[in-house]
């Protein structure tokens, strides 16, 4: 039977929050370079320093906005470049909504399609906002 190596464990868990800290700075610098779409506003951060583990963007004049995270279990998988989960920014809660395509999570390879997926959504929630 293999030993349990906590140590190890520990080191190899903090090594992929550091690499998914860098990342988030990473892609927050970028954006922010790149200037966020119209209708699109940085909301928070989660997180300080080189433990930031996520932010937060809202869309303007809706209670939705997206956590933007690059989490460990992705990084160890090499499974997508960042994290997106839908929220509700009255309440900080998690939401699914299979209409705006997040029935769960989603993963993106880039900073260039997490962008676009910024602007898709902002473009389905005004869409939504003007019909009814």
Known sequence: MAEFDLATLMASM?????????RIRSIKKELSTRG????????????AGLMQ???????????????IAAPSDM???GCGYVETALIDTTTDELMYDGDLGYSDVRRFDS?????????????????????T
């Open 75 to 77: 990084i160890r998988s």
């Open 36 to 47: 966020l779409p119209d209708g699109v506003s940085f909301r928070s951060d989660r997180g």
């Open 111 to 131: 900073v260039d399609e997490l962008y676009d997926e910024l602007i898709r959504l902002r473009d389905k929630l005004r869409s939504d906002a003007d019909s």
């Open 53 to 67: 583990t996520a932010f937060q963007v809202s869309f303007d004049g809706t209670k939705r906005g997206l956590s």
């Open 14 to 22: 903090m090594g992929d929050m550091a690499v998914g800290s860098g």
